[in-house]
């Protein structure tokens, strides 16, 4: 399982995303601008250029037609993903730490920064899918987080729900259209910052990372807490993988001493677990950083991480990866295919 | 006796991943009942991106032909 090296980027990498179709992954990071690469081989398709300040996250419609960003320089932009052209640019004021679109590309949320004279906002703006087409300065939702800050956001499946992780650790419900909470639970340690929010491929629950070092799947339904992987350092990211019931979870601690074995070697690992056993099964190491995003790939091939060293590492997995069972889960398959299911 | 006792903890253990493994897909498995209801009665295609994806690309190649320009 060598990996592909992406070397596109000079600062630290903030996300990584794959379209739908895994044949596509975009990253940003704090050098200020966005590249998109082609999956299966590394190769640059383009770079997003405009934004004045580090960025900070990025996602792509369902259908790959267009991107969309959000930076330090308070905005977010709409990027045409073939052209790389910039499409809008709304403008906040205070920093955008994370956009993402609901289920069909029509919504799209920004989670504003908290300062001086700002609280921390969910803001929600209405897309049009279509290169061609005006969009909207307006918006449509703006949730107020006057308890602790949002970090991270996302829509649950229908776009029902807004799920918001906080930097007081715990985790909101919101209503999708009226922007109403309907729970607020604290899921992680107190005060343990929420590093990262990913769903499943329906959205019907999602993993959690955080600085507390575990990582949390939880139903978007009722916010129960169904699963929890324990790690050894504080964590910046949590995927699920498709095809595998694998969750991934990347992190570590930044290194203050630059001559830190660890960071010399390469030795920063991304960490899988099983989804639904809990259990740790294996590393991969390579990055000299802590690994600040990982993404799996939704057609279950393979997945992506993006350190603080700068680097993104894809990885396709190998037919070992595809072979690994548990007694349990075979028995379960043979029984499943016995049925004809 | 050792061995007696280590194949009964590894049943165990078996037996408890067994009973998480059905728990957790019966409750996928009706989370997506729930949501495919849900879509259902919503009046929404069971599949949200499947017909974008067909728009798309009827947009892309008209008339769902490749264009041949000779």
Same mark, same amino acid.
């Given at each position: 399982?060598?990996?592909?090296?992406?070397?596109?980027?000079?600062?630290?990498?903030?996300?990584?995303?794959?379209?739908?179709?895994?044949?596509?992954?975009?990253?940003?990071?704090?050098?200020?601008?966005?590249?998109?690469?082609?999956?299966?081989?590394?190769?640059?398709?383009?770079?997003?250029?405009?934004?004045?300040?580090?960025?900070?996250?990025?996602?792509?419609?369902?259908?790959?037609?267009?991107?969309?960003?959000?930076?330090?320089?308070?905005?977010?932009?709409?990027?045409?993903?073939?052209?790389?052209?910039?499409?809008?640019?709304?403008?906040?004021?205070?920093?955008?730490?994370?956009?993402?679109?609901?289920?069909?590309?029509?919504?799209?949320?920004?989670?504003?920064?908290?300062?001086?004279?700002?609280?921390?906002?969910?803001?929600?703006?209405?897309?049009?899918?279509?290169?061609?087409?005006?969009?909207?300065?307006?918006?449509?939702?703006?949730?107020?987080?006057?308890?602790?800050?949002?970090?991270?956001?996302?829509?649950?499946?229908?776009?029902?729900?807004?799920?918001?992780?906080?930097?007081?650790?715990?985790?909101?419900?919101?209503?999708?259209?009226?922007?109403?909470?309907?729970?607020?639970?604290?899921?992680?340690?107190?005060?343990?910052?929420?590093?990262?929010?990913?769903?499943?491929?329906?959205?019907?629950?999602?993993?959690?990372?955080?600085?507390?070092?575990?990582?949390?799947?939880?139903?978007?339904?009722?916010?129960?807490?169904?699963?929890?992987?324990?790690?050894?350092?504080?964590?910046?990211?949590?995927?699920?993988?498709?095809?595998?019931?694998?969750?991934?979870?990347?992190?570590?601690?930044?290194?203050?001493?630059?001559?830190?074995?660890?960071?010399?070697?390469?030795?920063?690992?991304?960490?899988?677990?099983?989804?639904?056993?809990?259990?740790?099964?294996?590393?991969?190491?390579?990055?000299?950083?802590?690994?600040?995003?990982?993404?799996?790939?939704?057609?279950?091939?393979?997945?992506?991480?993006?350190?603080?060293?700068?680097?993104?590492?894809?990885?396709?997995?190998?037919?070992?990866?595809?072979?690994?069972?548990?007694?349990?889960?075979?028995?379960?398959?043979?029984?499943?295919?016995?049925?004809?299911? | 006796?050792?061995?007696?006792?280590?194949?009964?903890?590894?049943?165990?253990?078996?037996?408890?991943?067994?009973? @998480? %493994?059905?728990?957790?897909?019966?409750?996928?498995?009706?989370?997506? &009942? /729930?949501?495919?209801? =849900?879509?259902?009665?919503?009046?929404?295609?069971?599949?949200?991106?499947?017909? @974008? %994806?067909?728009?798309?690309?009827?947009?892309?190649?008209?008339?769902? &032909? /490749?264009?041949?320009? =000779?």
């Amino acid at each position: 399982m060598r990996p592909i090296l992406l070397s596109g980027h000079e600062r630290a990498l903030t996300q990584i995303k794959y379209n739908r179709e895994g044949d596509l992954l975009f990253s940003t990071a704090k050098d200020q601008h966005i590249c998109a690469w082609f999956a299966h081989n590394g190769e640059r398709l383009g770079t997003y250029h405009g934004h004045q300040g580090a960025i900070w996250t990025v996602d792509v419609d369902p259908t790959t037609t267009i991107i969309a960003s959000g930076s330090a320089d308070n905005t977010i932009r709409l990027w045409e993903v073939k052209t790389g052209k910039l499409l809008k640019t709304w403008d906040f004021p205070t920093a955008v730490k994370r956009v993402e679109f609901n289920e069909d590309g029509t919504k799209l949320l920004g989670v504003t920064e908290k300062r001086m004279g700002h609280l921390g906002t969910i803001v929600v703006l209405d897309i049009k899918v279509d290169v061609n087409a005006e969009q909207s300065d307006e918006k449509v939702m703006t949730i107020v987080c006057d308890e602790s800050k949002a970090t991270v956001a996302g829509w649950s499946y229908l776009s029902k729900y807004i799920i918001a992780g906080h930097e007081d650790g715990s985790v909101s419900q919101y209503d999708g259209k009226t922007g109403d909470l309907y729970y607020n639970i604290p899921v992680h340690e107190l005060n343990q910052q929420i590093t990262d929010l990913q769903w499943n491929s329906d959205r019907t629950y999602f993993i959690t990372a955080s600085k507390d070092k575990t990582s949390k799947l939880i139903s978007a339904k009722d916010l129960e807490v169904m699963k929890t992987y324990s790690a050894d350092t504080p964590l910046n990211s949590a995927t699920i993988t498709r095809k595998k019931d694998f969750v991934i979870l990347g992190g570590g601690q930044a290194a203050m001493d630059v001559t830190t074995t660890s960071a010399r070697q390469g030795k920063f690992e991304a960490r899988f677990y099983h989804k639904i056993f809990e259990e740790e099964i294996g590393r991969v190491r390579g990055h000299f950083g802590p690994l600040n995003t990982v993404a799996a790939d939704p057609t279950g091939k393979g997945y992506a991480s993006g350190g603080e060293d700068g680097y993104v590492r894809v990885h396709h997995f190998d037919k070992g990866y595809f072979d690994f069972e548990y007694e349990v889960e075979r028995e379960r398959h043979n029984k499943l295919a016995a049925e004809g299911r | 006796e050792d061995a007696e006792r280590i194949s009964s903890a590894d049943v165990a253990v078996v037996e408890a991943r067994r009973h @998480l %493994l059905n728990e957790w897909y019966s409750w996928h498995e009706q989370m997506q &009942e /729930e949501l495919a209801d =849900e879509r259902a009665a919503l009046g929404l295609p069971a599949d949200p991106i499947a017909e @974008l %994806l067909e728009a798309k690309t009827a947009e892309v190649a008209p008339g769902g &032909e /490749e264009q041949v320009i =000779e």
